[in-house]
Every structure is written in structure tokens, then in C-alpha cells.
């Protein structure tokens, strides 16, 4: 408990000049979103959803034109094709040599030259073509029942907890019939009275979709209104105008955005599974789910035909999961279910 | 003397995001038989993680004991394996926490959660276990204990779910007992209780306790000892009147002063500038020196070792360094100063009650929220009071009496079940035209409680502070807005450079002053303040405090001052209404109703609040309010506000009324 | 307890309202009709609609049809010519609820299990790969997974059969393909539960009394983390319901699902009705089901007899 006194020298006993007592922040000045993003960035697997989902939007949008072949031309004379891939057709065990599972070079036996990077239906039409235009309107369906979702839900559930009381009351009501209806039904039911097209399977989703979006908002506007921040703004006199704009949309867009990531891989398996069971787009139009069910057909001789649009779905559905989840440590980490 | 437990030099450290942040940074203390030892701080000190590592208890990981000793009857806790501690906890040394609320299973009966303890060490039938367990809820004061025994948590109240916690700590005569904040989440009259329950249970049961808390008027109740933690460090330690009467270290000087005291009249709290470091980064010499104004230099330099004051009592200060001994004197002298000031006992009392004009009238205002079909809370019921200009009306009370919605009812966000309330003699719930309801807008402001949920974090300091400017078109030209906030942000003692910045960037007090700002913008003459300092340390409430104090003097602002803390509440205010399930019970101007407290409701709060003067706490006897017996007195008379004395109220019938002039005429 | 009991039993009865006189009204306005088969007269065709009861008002029709339901009538077959739907629904259910509840049961322990160790195990290897293992679980469509299994394990390494119901051994494929959605869902969900309730200070108070883990583990964390679980039975149910039909096609499972896929592509209303109509009732006893067992569960409903909320 002793110290050297020796050691100590007397000035270190005068007060102490004046320190940098009011430290200012040194660190530059973040919004919330900035800051959002750097989290984001730091989850990999996050991230690498992101990669991959702009990389199959590319393939969907421009993959169609790589080759000459038109989704819906048939040639039966070049049937049944399995992928063949210039350089990667040197690599037999890859399986893009153009051999089937019995060992016979079908392009040789049918005196194809063409390379077709995924094979051929049974109709000969090239699946290259065929899975990124599937997926085209794959997405396309599903962005759209997203979006869609989004609006009705958001207006739904903010209107319900924004004027609470018996709006919120009846409101409520009318959503807690909605979610005791299986949405399958709905769905199914929907399609055998509109026919199936890609406006229909939408609207058939959107129906019973939108009310999960609804929930979360109403949840979090609930949430949001309990806040002292927006009583602040109240007895400032805050209007409804700025009160929405302001202060609840942008403290409630992390879980709508977080909500709708995941809104987009449940509309394309509700898609796939449409089509799956004899409801989905009528041919020849082609999305991944009409493909993986005629990919079906053929499975134990050409399984390339299931192959392709199944690793093309599952990946996609893979990524959005992953950017769902990444989002949501990012976004709300508190909210991590 | 014996000692149980001995610390040496324990490091605690957690990995985080930020790096490592090191929570305790060389901690030695012991604890003797039978003894208690408090350990007091703010929060972020430390004391929290040095009591739950004694257990083992922090989760690990992220956290770790990267150094020290702590030696239990001859044994390292620290070294042992984790089944050796498991025989420990809850046996020998066993713990309390903080939050009644949330420390039960809610799925477990009592019974079986006490149970569980019982026959985990001691072995017994499970009919032995539930005899102890019986007996154990007898013991901690809870009736009926074989219809309780079968009850859920959810079934008490929080004060009896922490007898149930206690119940549960002592169930195998721990030698040990921490207690860690047991009585932050009550109300004072249930802490009163709690306090003397563990008092009488250590003096039947011979165990030590440590007892974690910030509060110091708790540790002048109950410590023998006290050890003042600052920083991961334990800065002072001593005997409780040694630390409370010769505090050695500038950190527990501010502590001691930035508390008001109820029997004095005082000017301004002493103050603590600034904030605790961020352990992440610790500075180097004396943590406490950035925010010490007589820092010597040495303390940015040296890490001050323990300086021997007496044998029982030791400060971390180089004050205490013989080399130091001109500055010690000239810094005494600043502190009997500050003392002679604050000894200006209770003498001039400016009376403002009767003089101004009247601001604000409430009159049997009620406020009903329907809880469900069947269910309705009267949350007010029947409220009446005026507050008249320039004045600090103080409206205290426990949790669940109603004062939060009363604030919230007289500036509008709920529209009252029934009565009036008339500012400036127009009613505050009829419809008005547009530029009524704004001049009502910018003329009442309000400052909340939560200084996190009170900011929008999507905004910046600068939107924020706007916010009423711009409703109210009141901004004028962008540099005229930005000039006007960067006045603000000075103002409430902010720095303009924080004007871009996001709320998540600043700590507690200095979002409440971004809080402050933002109502002080519109330019208000009333502003209800809603437990405006609830949520900050001491250091950092007394800041506060004077800053709303400063800013009434400069800006003639009138108050509504709500708050549980009937310390604060009588410093900072002129008159003082105490509010019981919806009703004011007792109103009269501050000194009066401290020094002469006539409902026997006022009477058990006052008596219930523990004052940082082991002294005066130690003799001190606890009044406890007994509403059932108060009522069946009372039988059928009439209830109502009765002037007993000029500008003194209080709820009685007619019989009590005469009683209590009486009295006051006989103490006279 | 009682109050909530029945609050619920109403919202069960809306609902199943609701979805009746939708099913009804829907097939009301369908454009498709059994009987527009060429080779059929337009004498024919009458006599069809008369024997169906298609010629009687729409009115008249609705309540007939809600009386039938009660009686446990779903109609006639169209495509199996005039027999009960109900008849058709009952001898197909059996290999459904085999798979079903296979699944269930197998998918919930692994599940469960799985959700449990890896918050035990939180930020470990072990955690990480369960992780991964039910995003890919959530991921990958049923249907691309049963493809998977029966090209590699059924066609390529010929280890099980590929297709039809004749023995266990039929069942493991589609079981395994049908589980793997329960699988991931549930670990997820339970290991962000327990990574809750973990966290929580009554645990911290349980360890404090000197608790082994394992006490700590199952007589404290699992029984409340499970409690939320509950509410994501429904939609589980909802989509194992959606499983069988995909995977009673895939596999020829001569289930209820496969009958509903067969009935949509021969346009056999009054099949599909009654099946739709016999999984909502299913769905929403489930939901009930649910429902009141949260209330035996947590005793802060049960006791205190209040609302979740």
C-alpha cells in the first residue's frame, strides 16, 4: 500500500490544466439505415443470398437470349437431350458430355451438333431457354404477390392500429376469421373458378397473404404508438400526416421489409405447388413449377429435366431465406425469431 | 473478526462486437461474519458482474473471470469445476436479484420453485421439502402458505414475489447471501419492507450479506460496511459512517451530494459533469479524474493505489498521497463550503402558493380505461388541484396511483372520463378551432420518463428538436432553424456539433436533455415533466435537476413535476400533492408537508424513504399504512379534500379533520 | 378458463361458416361442368343435374348443403359415379394419416431435439450447422427433395422402393421427404425460444440455487420455450396438409391428397368440395385444439382465466 515517494514528483501534485472534458463524438455521424448496412455487410452467408439472387434475376432476364433457341420451339427430332457444355464436356463425371444415364451420346445418336447447355424436353425444346423464362415468371409472381401483399397488408394493419378502438376491434375480427381458413383451400378454390393464368395464381395468393403482413405492422404501429416519442410528437400537435410519415413508417419499415423477404420464397413454392398439382400456368408457358412437374414424367430416364429447374428453385429460395434472415439481424436484431 | 468470503484481485472482462470491455478491473474486498457489506455505484460500475462472478453466475460466454481469487472457506471459487460451484450456490452462499417480476419461472408453482433448492441440498423426502418450504414462506411474511404454496408468480404482487425470491435464497441457511439490487424495482414503501425482512432474517440466521444497490440512502439503512465501486474498481471502502461522514474519494463526495436531502432546503445539488468512461477503452491513472475539476495530474497518469485512512477505511485518491496534501486542503475547503451552503436548514421558505394567478385548474377529474368487457381501471378518480403560475407543483406517488396518466390526461393524449381541466381558465378537452388547439400545443410541453423510447431514432438531434418549430411553422428560414436549435442544444448544455447526430449516439442524460430541448423549443410557460430523471443514475439525475431548475429561474417556466422519488420531488418542488389509487390524499406546500405530513398515507411514504444518513436510518422507525383499518374507521362518513391549515388539504372525514387541526394547533 | 374455452369455440363456428358458404358460393360461379362431355344428350345432361340437385335454387341448394354437412353428408362423386363423398374420403384417409402423423412425430423429435442442442450449444459448429441444415430444410421445396431421394435412393442405389403403399418400408421415403420442412422449422424455432428463455433472469435465479444444467435445461427452459411452439401447430398443420398431396402424387400414395390432386384434374366438384370441406374442419379442430391446450399449459391463462395476447 506504500508508494516510493521518491518516484513521484511534486508537479504531478498541481491541479491538472485543463482537459478535453467536452468530448465530442468523434465518429462520423451514421443514420440508422448506414448503419444497418454495415451490420448486413458483415453476415456472409447474408450476403452471399443477396450475390446469388441478382445473379438468377440477371440469368431471368437475359438468360433467354444467350442462346437462338426459343422457350416454346419444339423439334422432336432433338428430344430428350441431356446437358452438353463446350470445355465442360471434357469432364465426364460433371455429366455435360451429352451421355445419358445409359451411356449412350444422344446428340451422336440423333446427329445433333448443337451444344444445349441443359438438355431438351421431350418435346426437344431447349430447357436453358425454358428454366430462366420459367423462373422469369416465376419471379415475376412473386414479386407481384409481394408487392401486393404489401400494400393491402401495410394499409390494412396501419389503418387497424393507427385509429385503434372499434375499427381496430371489428378490424381484428375479420383477420382472426382470415387466419383460421386455411390458405390452401382458399388458394386452390380460387384457381378452379379463375382459371389459371399468372394474374389469377396471384390474386389467389394475395388473398389470405396479405393478412400475415397486416399482423406484423399492426404489431409494431401497436408497439410504435406506446412509444414516448410519438406522444411527444402529439402534444407537439403533431397531424397524422407527419405522425405517419415520420415517425411510424420509418420505425416500422425494418420489419415490412424483413416480412416481405420472406413473402417472396413462400409465393414461389405456392407457385411451384400449384403448378405441382395441375393448377399452375397452362403450357406452353413455362414457369419452374410447370418445369419441375413435367421434369416429373421422365424422372427415372432423363433426370436432368427435374434436375435443372429444382437446383434453380432451391437456390433461390435458399438466398431469400438467408437475405430474410440477414436482414433481420440488421435491420431489428431484437426481433430475431 | 471472522471473514467468510475473500476477493482478490478479480478480473471480470466480456467479448463484445466493440472488443473487449473489462466490467471489473482488480477488485479485493472481504466480507466478514455476519456482517453486511454494501457495494454501491452507478450504473456500469461493476458492481453487478462482481457479485454475480462470487456465484460464477455471469454467462460465460461471452464473459470470464480472467484473473483473481475469491476464497470461500478456504476454497477458490474461481478455480473450482462447475459441479463443485453447483453444491455452493443456493447452499452456501446463495443470491437475490433485481427483478421480481421476471427472476420466477412463470410456469412453476412457488411451492415447487422453493422445493427444487431444498431437496437439491439438503437431501430430504419431499415431504421434509415441503415442511421446509412452508416454513421458509411463513418466515419471509407470507400468509397463508399452503393455499400459496400451489400459486403461480403471476399470482403475487412484485414485493411478494421477492419474499418468494428470499424465501427461496435462505431456504438452506446460506452462510452468504448477495442480494443484487433486490429493491430497485419496488416502490419505497415495499422496499421498507423488503429492508427490514433481510435485516431481521441476518440477525435470526447469523449469514453476511452483500448487498449491491446505487441507492445510498438503502446502504445507510442497511450496510455495516460500504464499498463504492467506480469503474470496474472499488474506489473507497470503510465502515458505513466512515464512508458516509469522511468520504475520502472525489467520486463519493459528488455521490453524497448530488442527493438531495429531505431535511434541508437547498439551492443546487452538487453535480458530477459528464459521464463514466466506456470500459472497452479504460483511461489510464484515475477513471474518475476526466470528470473530477480539481483533477492533479498525476491522477491522469497513475493509477492511485489504496490509500490506508484508518483501519477500516481505504480510498483509491491520490489526495490521500502526503505530496498532495495542499490540494487535499484546498479541496476540503470547497466541500465544507458546499456543505455550509446546503446547511441553510429549512428556514426561508418563499411562498409562492396563493400569490401567482392560476394557471391550471383540475377539477374532479376523472380518467377510466376500460380494460376489457367487464373490467374498468379507474385510473384517476376524482382529482382535484390548481397550479398556479411560475410555481413547481410536485405530484408524487407509487407505481399504479395514477400521476403518469394524470400527466398525460392534462395535456390531452387522453380526453378524461370526467371533471374539467381549465388552463388559463379555458377548458382543456372541448373542442377548439385550429389555432386554439395549437397555442394549447406550444403553450403546455411535456418531458417523459424513458430517455430511449423518448427520441425517435430514425431522426437526427437536429429533426428532433425541430420537430415543434416545424409543426408550428415557427422555424423561418433553414439557417434560422439551425440557429435556432444549435441555441437549444446550447441551452440544456449540449454541444452544436451534436446537432446532426442520431439519439442511439448519446447516453441517458444527455438524451433527456435533447428531451428538454425539444419541449423548450415551442417556446411553453407549463411544462409537465413525467419522471423526467427516474431512469438516470444519481450523478447524472442531479445534472438534470439543475438544469430544469436553471431553466425555470431564466424562462419564468411553471412545472408539473410527477415522480415516485419524494426526495427529489420535494427539492425541486414548491407545493407537493401525493396521489393514492387515482386521488390526492394530501397537498400542502413542500416544507409543510414534509415536516408536518398528516394522512397517515404521506405519513408511511415519508417514513419509508431512506436517507443517505446511516444515523438518522439506523433510528429511524418505519410507519406503515394500513388502508383497511383506515377504512373501517372511517365506516360510512363523508371523504373529501378539507383545508386543515392554510394551503394544507388533506382527504378525511369530518371527525379526522378536527383531529387534525388539533394536532397541528398542539404542535404549533 | 371457461370463458376462454368458449370465446374460442365461437370463433371455430365463424369460421367454419365462413368456409362453407365460401366452398358453396365458389362452386356456385365455377365455369367448368362435369357434364360437358360431348357424347352426353342435353336429356342426359338434365337428368344429371336432377339427380345432383343442381337444378333447385341457389338458396334452396345453400341450405341443403350447411343441413348435409351436419349430417355428415359431402354429397355424391361425379367421377366415381354416384358414390359418397364421404365413403371416398374414409377410405382414403388411412394412408394419409399414416404418413401425416409419421412425419409428425418423427419430424417433431428431431426437430425439437435438434433446437434444443444447438442453443445449448449456441455459437459452436454445431450450432452453425444446424443452422444451416434448416435453412436448407425451410428452403428446398418438398417436392425437390422427394425427387432427390427417390432418383438416388430409389432409382440410382435402388435401396427402397420408389413408389406405391404396400408396407413400411413404402413409407420411409415420402415420410423422410414430408418431415424434412417439420424438421427445420421446429429447430429453428426452438432454438431461438430457448436462446430466449435462457437468457432470461429466472434462469439465472435457477442456476443461482445450485441447479445441474440438465435440471436447468428440462425443468425450467424446455416447458416454457415450448409453450410459444404451439403457435406455429397450425400452419404446421397446414402445410403437412399441403405435404400429402404433393407427396402422395409423387410417391402413387393412394391417399386423400392424391384423391383431391385426381378430383382437380377431372373437375369433381362435389369431391373437391367435400375434401376442402373436411380440411378446414381439420385445420380448424386443430386450431381449437391448440388453443385450449395453451390454456392447460400456461398457467397465467389457465388460473388467472385472462387473454393472450
Known sequence: MTVENRELADELFEPAQEQQSAKSISRPAMTYWQDAWKRFLKNKAAFAGLMLIALIILLAVFGPYANNHGYDEQNLARANLPPKVPILEQVGWLGFDGVDNRGID????????????????????????????????????????????????????????????????????????????????????????????????????????????????????LKLKEQEFILASKTLGAKDKRMIWKHLIPNALGPIIITTMFTIPTAIFTEAFLSFIGLGLQPPVSSLGTLINEGYKLLGIYPHMLAFSSIVISVIMISFNLLGDGLQDALDPKMRK | MERVLEVKDLHVSFNTYAGEVKAVRGVSFHLNKGETLAIVGESGSGKSVTSKSLLRLIPHPPGKITKGEILFEGKDLAALSEKQMQSIRGADISMIFQDPMTSLNPTMTIGKQIMESVIKHQKGTKQEAKERTLELLELVGIHHPEKRFDQYPHQFSGGMRQRVVIAMAIS????????????????????????????????????????????????????????????????????????????QHPYTWGLLGAMPDIHRQEEELVTIPGAPPH??????????????????????????????????????????????????????????????RKAKENETVIKKSGKGQKLLEVKGLKQYFKSDKHHVIKAIDGLSFDIYKGETFGLVGESGCGKSTTGRTLIGLYEGTAGEVLYKNESVFKKKSGAETQQLNRSIQMIFQDPYSSLNPRLTVADIIAEGMDIHGLAGSRQQRMNRVYELLETVGLHRDHANRYPHEFSGGQRQRIGIARALAVDPEFIIADEPISALDVSIQAQVINLLKKLQREKGLTYLFIAHDLAMVKYISDRIGVMYKGKIVELAESNELYCRPLHPYTQSLLSAIPMPDPRLEQSHQRMKFDEQKLLSERKQEEVRLREVKDGHWVECTEREFREYQSKLSGAV | MKQYILSRLGYTLVTFFVIATFTFFLMQTLPGSPFNDERLSDVQKERMMERYGLDKPVPLQYVTYIGNIFKGDFGVSFQYDGRAVVDIIGERIGASVVLGLQSLVVGSIVGILLGIIAAY???????????????????????????????????????????????????????????????????????????????????????????????????????????????????MTVSLLTGTLVIEKIFSIPGLGEQFVKSIITNDFPMIMGVTLFYSILFIGVVLLIDIMYGIVDPRIRVAGGNRS
Open chain 1, 106 to 221: 444422344r446428340y451422336e445418336a440423333s446427329g445433333v451438333t448443337d451444344y444445349y447447355w441443359f438438355g431438351t424436353d421431350n418435346l426437344g425444346r431447349d430447357l436453358w431457354t425454358r428454366v430462366w423464362h420459367g423462373t422469369r415468371i416465376s419471379l415475376y409472381i412473386a414479386f407481384l404477390a409481394a408487392a401486393i401483399d404489401l400494400l393491402i397488408g401495410v394499409a390494412y394493419g396501419g389503418i387497424s392500429a393507427y385509429y385503434g378502438g372499434r375499427v381496430d376491434n371489428v378490424m381484428q375480427r375479420l383477420i382472426e376469421i382470415l387466419v383460421g381458413i386455411p390458405n390452401l383451400i382458399v388458394v386452390i378454390l380460387l384457381i378452379l373458378v379463375l382459371k389459371p393464368g399468372i394474374m389469377s395464381i396471384t390474386l389467389a395468393m394475395v388473398i389470405t397473404g396479405w393478412v400475415g403482413m397486416a399482423r406484423i405492422v399492426r404489431g409494431q404501429i
Open chain 3, 121 to 235: 450449444k449456441h455459437n459452436t459448429p454445431i450450432d452453425y450447422g444446424a443452422m444451416i441444415l434448416s435453412v436448407i430444410g425451410l428452403s428446398v421445396p418438398s417436392f425437390v427433395f422427394a425427387g432427390l431421394l427417390q432418383y438416388w435412393i430409389g432409382v440410382r442405389l435402388q435401396w427402397l422402393p420408389v413408389a406405391f403403399w404396400e408396407g413400411f418400408e413404402f413409407s420411409i421415403l415420402p415420410t423422410i421427404s414430408l418431415s424434412v420442412f417439420v424438421v427445420a422449422t421446429l429447430a429453428r424455432f426452438m432454438r431461438s425460444e430457448m436462446l430466449d428463455v435462457l437468457g432470461q433472469d429466472y434462469i439465472v435465479t435457477a442456476k443461482a440455487k445450485g441447479l445441474t444444467n440438465f435440471n436447468v435445461i428440462f425443468k425450467h427452459s424446455i416447458r416454457n420455450a415450448a409453450i410459444p411452439i404451439m403457435t406455429i401447430l397450425g400452419p
Open chain 2, 172 to 247: 438452506c441457511n446460506p452462510k452468504v447471501l448477495i442480494a443484487d439490487e433486490p429493491t430497485t424495482a419496488l416502490d419505497v414503501t415495499i422496499q421498507a419492507q423488503i429492508l427490514e425482512l433481510l435485516k431481521s432474517l441476518q440477525k435470526q440466521l447469523g449469514m453476511a450479506i452483500i448487498f449491491i444497490t446505487h441507492d445510498l440512502g438503502v446502504v445507510a439503512n442497511i450496510a455495516d460496511r460500504v464499498a463504492v465501486m467506480y469503474a470496474g474498481k472499488i474506489i473507497e471502502v470503510g465502515k458505513a459512517h466512515e464512508v458516509f461522514y469522511e468520504p
Open chain 2, 279 to 340: 470500459l472497452a477503452a479504460p483511461p489510464a491513472g484515475d477513471a474518475f479524474a476526466a470528470r473530477n475539476p480539481n483533477a492533479m495530474e498525476i491522477d491522469f497518469l497513475l493509477e492511485p493505489p489504496m490509500f490506508k485512512v484508518s483501519d477500516t477505511h481505504y480510498a483509491a485518491t491520490w489526495l490521500l498521497h502526503e505530496k498532495a496534501r495542499k490540494m487535499r486542503g484546498a479541496q476540503q475547503r470547497k466541500q465544507t463550503a458546499a456543505n455550509s
